[in-house]
T-cell receptor
Framework: NAGVTQTPKFQVLKTGQSMTLQCAQD?????MSWYRQDPGMGLRLIHY???????DQGEVPNGYNVSRSTTEDFPLRLLSAAPSQTSVYFC??????????????FGPGTRLTVL | GQQLNQSPQSMFIQEGEDVSMNCTSSSIFNTWLWYKQEPGEGPVLLIALYKAGELTSNGRLTAQFGITRKDSFLNISASIPSDVGIYFC???????????????FGQGTILTVHP
């Protein structure tokens, strides 16, 4: 299993540009989430999904859209990038049931800079 | 929203010393998780706690789920240089509910171990 994969690993955008951060998992996990990590603030939840076709907002959803058309993929879209969105973005996934669950598995991250 | 306060923010210790860090919450969580993050990587799960009062060990790491469900601590015994990294606590809601995929993270504890 590849686990949770994220692309790209690094990205530089200009203010106002749009882009999609890709996330995929091959563990058949129902739950997938997007977090951003900023210095001194830990990880903050942007959006999450409990299954294909179902998404919900997290703590800091503004400026981001998500969709979950398949169990495997959970892309994060920046509609009009702003410098405040410069951050490291992590995708995570986990099983719905508690049996055998070991918490969320995280991808390697995407480092985004908005100029 | 839910908040986790993690302390201390940073620790500078000598190799061989024991380390203790903790998290407190304004809300009840049904699961506590402890993660370690190394530079350029995503967080990796160290210990998961599922019951109030539970004490769980993973090698030199020991974590406890507070009896009030509003706190947890992590101890590292006989620290070694490879323990260096950022340690995060995280809390999660009820299994099976829509909040299950959501993690609330503490701000992190930066651990430095001097040889």
């Amino acid at each position: 299993n590849a686990g949770v994969t994220q692309t790209p690993k690094f990205q530089v955008l200009k203010t106002g540009q749009s882009m999609t951060l890709q996330c995929a998992q091959d563990m058949n996990h129902e739950y997938m989430s997007w977090y951003r990590q900023d210095p001194g603030m830990g990880l903050r939840l942007i959006h999450y999904s409990v299954g294909a076709g179902i998404t919900d907002q997290g703590e800091v959803p503004n400026g981001y859209n998500v969709s979950r058309s398949t169990t495997e993929d959970f892309p994060l879209r920046l509609l009009s990038a702003a410098p405040s969105q410069t951050s490291v973005y992590f995708c995570a996934s986990s099983h719905r049931t508690s049996g055998g669950l070991g918490g969320q598995f995280f991808g390697p991250g995407t480092r985004l800079t908005v100029l | 929203g839910q908040q986790l306060n993690q302390s201390p923010q940073s620790m500078f210790i000598q190799e061989g010393e024991d380390v203790s860090m903790n998290c407190t919450s304004s809300s009840i969580f049904n699961t506590w998780l402890w993660y370690k993050q190394e530079p350029g990587e995503g967080p990796v799960l160290l210990i998961a706690l599922y019951k109030a009062g539970e004490l769980t060990s993973n090698g030199r790491l020991t974590a406890q789920f507070g009896i009030t469900r509003k706190d947890s601590f992590l101890n590292i015994s006989a620290s070694i240089p490879s323990d260096v990294g950022i340690y995060f606590c995280a809390g999660r809601g009820n299994a099976g509910g829509t909040s299950y995929g959501k993690l609330t993270f503490g701000q992190g504890t930066i651990l430095t171990v001097h040889p």
